[in-house]
Structure formats: structure tokens, C-alpha cells
């Protein structure tokens, strides 16, 4: 191997001989992030099949108000699509608290119920585990503050009007009343979906939230891969890299041997994985837009289309690998690359539960570059500064990697493992 | 004594070996720079839901009760409030915001709200009680008006404005202190931020990554001959040991983080549970390299072992316990006992159960 052809073409070995390894992992991966992202669409669809949220209700109180009103939620109320609550002992709750069979659990006392029945608003207490990261723990300040204001306001009309009674002089009819005004609340409160007509307009110009989650964990999918090929590629004997510069392979060109077959390797896992997705016809049902992407053809141009998606991910991932002085430190850094990036780019969490001030700055990062640019291609609009964001950081990657390098050749800083 | 002391050596210069490295360093030195960036970035809270509000008219937004209300809420959904109709509808087409609300001009019998959606989904489903609170105190008083105008002639004489006096005053006691928050565990400090939650989570993963770094090392080393002198049972012991004591200085960056991040329940605490989790985990990596025996085969499941770890511990998701591979993971122990001591026990005993798992099969497979 006397040219930088040559090497490049021993760097090409290299990676079709890794290249069957890689795709079973990341088959395995895809098929472990699928079964991920199933869950996740599932929790986020409603559908009364479907509740994902147990709350337990704890009370002993013989109150026909309260079975009646326990009832009611369980088979009008619009909220049974996304709650279910079971009524159990304290000690049951607890229990299935701490087993998470159970999100949450409310106790309602009977000096509440006789409290609500003459007008005041006692205590209720609800329970949760402080570490619980559901939606119904993360919403539980914002339901538990709708459902105070129903009641809230429920009391002032029934106890306003019996305050009233009693000031016209009496009433022989004022429990009748109260009673009758009770019921009707009853009523508004459980058609209080009657307040709102919702129209679902379609995804139009953005991604569906399943695409979404497609394109954040497809990116994370790539970011881990570079954790497999540690022990493969993370090398740091030194001799080999200035035995190739005798040989006037310089720092640049054993770089970019190394880097144009590790690209194409990675480039050729995405093409197997589209082919793969192309493929299952219930794709283009969980990804709307998807569906335009039918025939050979249309994987082949969406492929061509995501090679800067490939080119920054892979840039990344070489120059971790050249960064790292052992496998250890080559893990640990993979680690925490794909994983704290991928959280704060929108990768794990959808962008939009940052605030914005902070996914202003993030969206500056590889990994959001590289979702937000799939994101654009499936969606059918190409983000052109997403585009140029993850070039110009290819190109940073690869620069800093030929300075790595070139230190190692010439023994600066470090010592051989 | 001396054998002891020779041991002890052995181990410190492996942990010697390791912080010589500058990116081992460099990358113990990140952990708790990044935790606490993400802690300060998750201070402040971002929006799960956003909505735009708009009115059908112009006076629909500057006088409607009901918008002014949700306005001046702080919470998960946040609001904006657009000048038209279309333009609520584009930004929800435009992907700016989840909703848009239209509100009409007046609270009447006709009211609806026009809620505008990409696509359903349980968030947006939440919100809708928001907007459904929001608007039932408005028509609370109206159905009460109405209620009495209708059926009690008791009242007739009264004016509208006596009798919404009386609405104003029915209720003792002010509804944002209807809901007491507690906490099933004794320990009732915890992350209230979705945002901030996870952060834990993730450092006990690294934690265990460090861990299944440390077995890779000690593949090369045994493959380089370095405990070819000991036998397999002395082998086991010094594997355990190698892998606890190498985990240390991930242990301790971690423990770190967690305190520099402001998301330690108490020092005596964290530190007690970092130091019951390094038994388990070490258990754990130990379990997974006698059993992936090639270096390579062992790098291939690291991701995997990312995915499952981060997805079925409660560290962004919680499945509610659906899987029962989530009760063979030490982060499911650790995470939940950080804040409910009837995980501490588990957790210890997880740790001698991983130990003997690792003894019986090594044992097995005849490798240390």
C-alpha cells in the first residue's frame, strides 16, 4: 500500500468487513427504538381503549353523592378516554403506587363530602411519587386546577343561591332548589365538552407527531452507533498512523481514507433501513407523509437527499473516535454525545417542550441540525439552513479530526495505551 | 496483611492507568458541566402544549373574560394571543403552535369555541379541560341567573347584580387550595420539572456505561494475560473488585452532578444510594461480559443496552411498570429509591443477587 488510493481502498476492507456486524446492531437497535416509539405514539393517542392513566380514588364515605358523582366519571365524563379511576383502600393505593400500576391516587375524606355539602371547600389529597414522569404526573397542576375550578365554581352557584333564599326571607322549597340546581350542574359539567367544537385540520405544512418522533429517534439511532464501533475503530496505537506518513500518506489523506469509508458505511446501513421501511405497507399509515414515498425510485431520491444527514452524524462519530485515548473513555464519550445531545436537540423530548430561549441556542448543535434536516425532508420542504448547519459542522469535525491526527503522527501530547 | 496491601495497589494503579488518560479526564470533568447546564437550561420551564387564542372579532379578544384568564395563567400550556382568526389557524398549519382556540364574542346559550387542531393527541386532550375550566366559570353564572329567573319566584325582585353579589360569595375558601400535593414516599423532595427528571436517570445510566467501559478493559487485560497467574475463583473476586473499584471515579463525577445540579434529596442519602447502585451495577456489567465473551460482539450491544436502559427505567418514559425486564435493571431500583425508601431494600438485595448471578454463571460458562 504505497498511495493514498491504496489505503483508501484498505479502509474500504475495513468497513465491508464491519459492515454485516453494524447492521445487525442496528437492526437490533432499529427494532428496540420501534417497539420505543410504539409506546410512545400509543401513550400519546386518545382513545377510550387506550387510557394509559390510573388514579386511584381512596374514600370510605357512604355518600350516595359521591358513588353517583364516581359513576358519572367513570361513564359519561369525557375524561374517561384518558383516565381511569379506580376506587381502592389507601393501603391498595400506596401499593400500586410504588409497583406504578397506578399515576396517582386522590383521598377524599368524609369531612370533605360534609364540608362540600354546607358550602366550604375542604382539603383533597392527591398522592403521586415524586419522580413519576407521565403525562398525567407532569399535567397533574394543571388538571387538578381545572377540576378545582369546576368544583369551585359549582359551589358558589348552589351556596350563592341558598345564601340568596336566605336573605329573600326562607324558602320551604330551598333544599329543592339546591337540589334541583345541582343536578343541572351536574349536567353542565358533564357536557362541558359542549364549550368546544374541535376541528382536526391535518399535519399541512409540519410533521405529524409520530413523524416527528421518526425523525428524533432515527437521528438518536445513528448517534448510538458510534457506541458499537468503539472497540473496532477507537484505536490509539500510533505507530501504524506514522508508518503511513513515511510513506507520505499525511495526516489529511489518512483522514479522509479513513472518513470517506466510514461515511459510506454508514450511508449504506440508512439505505438498507429505508429499503427496509419502504417495504412494510403499514408504514405510510403511522407516518402520513411517508405515503409519498412509494416506489424504488422515491427511497433512492430520499437517500441522495440524506447524505448530509449522514455526512454530519458520521464526521461526528470519527471524531470522537480520534478524540478517545481508550475504550472506556471511548464509551463513556459516545455516551454522552448521542444522549445529553439528543435531549437537549429535540431528539428524546419533542423541541417544543424547550423553552424557547433555550432551544434557540441548542438548535445550533450537530444532532439538531441533523433531526431538524430529516424532519424538513420528510415533510417534503427543505430546510436550507439546516442544510448548510450541518455541512459547515462536517466540515469542522473533519478539520478538527486532521489536527488530532497530525498531533498523533508527530507524538504531541498523549501517550501510547 | 501484605497480601491485602499488594491488592490494594493493584487496584489503585488500574484507577491510576485510567485518570492518566486526558479524555478520560476531559470526560469526567464534562459530566457535571453538562448536568448542570441541563438543569439551568430546564430551570426554566418550557411549554408542553402551545396554543394561540384568537376571537372571531377584534372585540372578542380585548374584552372576553376567559381569554384575559388564561392569559394570566402560569403553567405547562402556554398562550398567545393572535390578532385574526387566520392567522391562529396558519400558525397551527405552520406547525407554531399544537391549537388554536376562537373564541366567540359573548357567553351565551350559542357559545363554542372553536378548537383547531393538527391532530389529537393526549396533551391536547388534557388542555381542553383547561379550556373547559376556563370557560365553565363564566357559564357557571350564567346557568345560575338563568336557574333563577326560571324557577325560583323567590328571587324575582332581586337584581342581577344582587344575585351575582351572592354567586360571589357562595363559596368559603379559595379553590387553589383544594388540591394538598403529597409525595407516596417519605421523602417528599423531588423534581417537580419534567425536564429536570431525567437528568438523574441519565447519570445512573452513565454510571453503569462507565461500568461496561470498565469490562471491556478488563476483556483486553485478561486477553493480554494479566490474570493468568490467579485461579478462576481468586479470578472472580479480583473481576468484581477490578470493575468496582475502576467505576469509582465515574461514581463520584456523577455524585457530583447531582449536588452541583441542585437535584440531591440529602448528601447522606445520594451518597448512600451512588454506593448501593455501584454493587448492582458492577453485578450487572460483569453479568453481560462472561456472557458476550468478544469484545466486538459485547460493543455491538452496547447500544442496545442504552435503549432499553433509558426507555424501561423511569427516566424519560414511564411504562407503569408493563414490562417485567424493567425489574431486572438496576436504574429501576435506584431511580425509585431516591425518593421511596421501599426501594432501598430491593436495591441492596438486587446487588447480592447480581453478585451471585455473575459467580453461577461464570461458573457455567467456565469463564471469569
Request: aromatic fraction near 10%; glycine fraction near 6%; proline fraction near 3%.
Amino acid at each position: 500500500m504505497k498511495t493514498v488510493g491504496g489505503y483508501f481502498k484498505l479502509s474500504l476492507k475495513r468497513c465491508a468487513k464491519v459492515f454485516p456486524f453494524l447492521m445487525v446492531v442496528s437492526l437490533a437497535l432499529a427494532i428496540a427504538i420501534s417497539m420505543i416509539l410504539s409506546g410512545m405514539m400509543k401513550m400519546a393517542e386518545a382513545d377510550e381503549k387506550n387510557q394509559r392513566f390510573k388514579i386511584g380514588l381512596v374514600g370510605e364515605s357512604d355518600s350516595m353523592y359521591l358513588d353517583f358523582g364516581v359513576s358519572a366519571l367513570k361513564t359519561l365524563d369525557s375524561s374517561r378516554y384518558t383516565v381511569d379511576i379506580i376506587e381502592m383502600t389507601e393501603e391498595e393505593a400506596q401499593k400500586k403506587i410504588n409497583n406504578s400500576e397506578i399515576s396517582a391516587y386522590v383521598v377524599l375524606t368524609d369531612e370533605f363530602i360534609e364540608n362540600a355539602a354546607s358550602g366550604k371547600l375542604g382539603k383533597v389529597k392527591y398522592v403521586t411519587t415524586a419522580g413519576s414522569v407521565d403525562l398525567v404526573s407532569i399535567f397533574k397542576t394543571e388538571l387538578t386546577k381545572a377540576v378545582s375550578e369546576l368544583l369551585y365554581e359549582t359551589q358558589k352557584g348552589i351556596f350563592g343561591l341558598k345564601k340568596a333564599l336566605n336573605e329573600a326571607g326562607g324558602s320551604d322549597k330551598t333544599r329543592d332548589y339546591m337540589t334541583d340546581i345541582s343536578f343541572e350542574y351536574v349536567a353542565e359539567i358533564i357536557n362541558r365538552t359542549d364549550f368546544y367544537e374541535v376541528e382536526v385540520i391535518g399535519v399541512g405544512d409540519g410533521l405529524s407527531f409520530n413523524s416527528y418522533l421518526l425523525c428524533g429517534f432515527g437521528t438518536l439511532l445513528f448517534l448510538l452507533m458510534g457506541l458499537s464501533l468503539v472497540p473496532i475503530f477507537a484505536k490509539t496505537d500510533k505507530t501504524f498512523f506514522r508508518v503511513l506518513a513515511s510513506r507520505s500518506i499525511n495526516a489529511p489523506s489518512q483522514i479522509l481514507a479513513e472518513f470517506i469509508s466510514y461515511f459510506l458505511m454508514i450511508y449504506a446501513v440508512l439505505a438498507v433501513i429505508l429499503l427496509g421501511l419502504s417495504a412494510v405497507p403499514e408504514v405510510s399509515t403511522i407516518f402520513p407523509e411517508l405515503a409519498r414515498f412509494r416506489g424504488t425510485a422515491d427511497v433512492l431520491l430520499i437517500l441522495i437527499k440524506l447524505a448530509p444527514f449522514v455526512f454530519v452524524i458520521s464526521s461526528y462519530q470519527f471524531l470522537l473516535f480520534g478524540l478517545t485515548s481508550g475504550i472506556a473513555s471511548g464509551i463513556l464519550m459516545q455516551f454522552l454525545a448521542a444522549v445529553f445531545m439528543g435531549y437537549v436537540t429535540g431528539c428524546i423530548y419533542p423541541i417544543s417542550f424547550l423553552p424557547d430561549s433555550i432551544s434557540r441556542i441548542t438548535s445550533f448543535l450537530p444532532s439538531a441540525a441533523a433531526r431538524s434536516y430529516t424532519s424538513s425532508i420528510v415533510s417534503g420542504e427543505v430546510n436550507q439552513d439546516s442544510l448548510l448547519l450541518a455541512l459547515a459542522w462536517g466540515i469542522v469535525f473533519l478539520l478538527i479530526s486532521i489536527v488530532v491526527r497530525n498531533r498523533k503522527i508527530l507524538g504531541l501530547g498523549g501517550k501510547r495505551r | 496483611m501484605r497480601k491485602i496491601s499488594k491488592a490494594l495497589k493493584f487496584l489503585l494503579l488500574l484507577n491510576k492507568r485510567l485518570l492518566k488518560r486526558p479524555s478520560f479526564l476531559a470526560v469526567l470533568l464534562v459530566i457535571p458541566i453538562i448536568s448542570f447546564l441541563v438543569v439551568m437550561m430546564a430551570g426554566e420551564e418550557g411549554g408542553i402544549v402551545k396554543i394561540a387564542l384568537a376571537g372571531e372579532t377584534k372585540k372578542a379578544v380585548s374584552s372576553n373574560a376567559v381569554i384575559e384568564k388564561l392569559m394570566s395563567d402560569e403553567g405547562l400550556i402556554s398562550f398567545e394571543i393572535y390578532e385574526s382568526e387566520k392567522a391562529a389557524i396558519n400558525a397551527v398549519s405552520k406547525s407554531k403552535v399544537d391549537a388554536a382556540w376562537i373564541f366567540p364574542e359573548a357567553v351565551d346559550e350559542a357559545y363554542k369555541v372553536r378548537v383547531i387542531e393538527r391532530e389529537e393527541t393526549v396533551p391536547l386532550r388534557l388542555s381542553h379541560e383547561k379550556l373547559s375550566a376556563a370557560v365553565y366559570s363564566e357559564a357557571s353564572k350564567e346557568l345560575y341567573i338563568s336557574f333563577i329567573r326560571g324557577n325560583v319566584k323567590e328571587l324575582s325582585k332581586m337584581s342581577d347584580s344582587e344575585l351575582e353579589a351572592f354567586y360571589d360569595s357562595g363559596a368559603d375558601g379559595d379553590y387553589k387550595d383544594l388540591f394538598e400535593f403529597s409525595s407516596s414516599a417519605k421523602n417528599e423532595k423531588g423534581e417537580s420539572s419534567f425536564l429536570k427528571a431525567p437528568v438523574r436517570g441519565i447519570l445512573a445510566v452513565l454510571v453503569i456505561f462507565a461500568g461496561l467501559g470498565i469490562a471491556c478493559l478488563y476483556m483486553i487485560d485478561d486477553k493480554n494475560g494479566l490474570f493468568i497467574f490467579y485461579g478462576a475463583g481468586k479470578r472472580r473476586v479480583i473481576a468484581i473488585f477490578y470493575q468496582v473499584v475502576c467505576m469509582l471515579p465515574a461514581v463520584a463525577m456523577a455524585l457530583v452532578s447531582i449536588f452541583i445540579s441542585g437535584l440531591s434529596v440529602s448528601f447522606l442519602r445520594e451518597l448512600g444510594l451512588m454506593l448501593l447502585l455501584l454493587i448492582p451495577s458492577a453485578g450487572f456489567c460483569s453479568i453481560l461480559r462472561v456472557i458476550f465473551k468478544k469484545l466486538e460482539i459485547f460493543g455491538a450491544v452496547l447500544p442496545l443496552i442504552v435503549i432499553v436502559l433509558l426507555s424501561l427505567s423511569p427516566v424519560f418514559l414511564d411504562f407503569n411498570g408493563a414490562f417485567f425486564i424493567t425489574k431486572l435493571l438496576p436504574t429501576f431500583y435506584y431511580i425509585n429509591a431516591v425518593y421511596n425508601d421501599a426501594f432501598i431494600l430491593p436495591l441492596a438485595i438486587y446487588g447480592v443477587v447480581s453478585l451471585l448471578v455473575y459467580a453461577v454463571i461464570s461458573k457455567l460458562l467456565k469463564r471469569a
